[in-house]
């Protein structure tokens, strides 16, 4: 699949915008959010991130008449079974409040003492004619509580990768866009390209 000038983002979550932008500046692409092409969200159907990453691929490719990138992303615990998993925006409410999302994690936990878990990444590249291709990423480490650092989005205040002793919160986005989930997706996007 070849991409063109522009690529359509099929997201209207700002944060995971921004991080999409930044990991494709560096190969020139143009991108357009999905809010800002004024797109619908799809209803999230499917049972894994990948079905529906391809989803909201295909649907805004459909739309757009353009290729479109879509991510589903999320926290997976092991404690809790894989949950919140890719329920994990909705964890967060209609107002998407992850500082509601991130306690009731905690209160989840309580009397568990696994605290591993991981970050998950489904990257769909779609084409107008409904053709998908899916490229997936995770990153491993453990929760920590209370929530650190404000940089980041989501579940990052609270989510330290294996090997590390600062939360995706406190660290700075150019390390964690080298070592995050999506970054791992996108290595094998940008491969696929090649």
Not at 21 to 49: C, N, Q, S, V, W
Not at 72 to 81: F, Q
């Amino acid at each position: 699949m070849k991409l063109g000038p522009v690529l359509v983002v099929a997201s209207h979550n700002p944060g995971k915008l921004r991080e999409i932008r930044d990991l494709l500046g560096p190969f020139g692409i143009e991108t357009k959010g999905a809010a800002e092409l004024g797109l619908a969200e799809p209803e999230e159907t499917g049972t894994t991130f990948a079905e529906n990453a391809a989803l909201k691929a295909r649907a805004a490719a459909q739309a757009s008449g353009l290729p479109s990138l879509a991510d589903d992303s999320g926290l997976a615990v092991t404690a809790l079974g894989g949950a919140p998993g890719i329920y994990s925006a909705r964890w967060a409410g209609e107002k998407k409040d992850f500082s509601a999302a991130m306690a009731r994690v905690e209160r989840e936990l309580q009397g568990k003492q696994d605290r591993s878990a991981k970050f998950v990444c489904a990257l769909a590249l779609a084409e107008p004619d409904g053709g998908a291709q899916i490229f997936e990423g995770e990153v491993h480490g453990r929760l920590v509580f209370p929530p650190r650092g404000s940089k980041g989005f989501g579940y990052d205040p609270i989510f330290m990768a294996d090997s590390m002793d600062k939360t995706f919160g406190e660290i700075e986005p150019a390390l964690k866009h080298s070592i995050s989930h999506r970054a791992r997706a996108f290595e094998k996007l940008v491969k696929s390209l090649a």
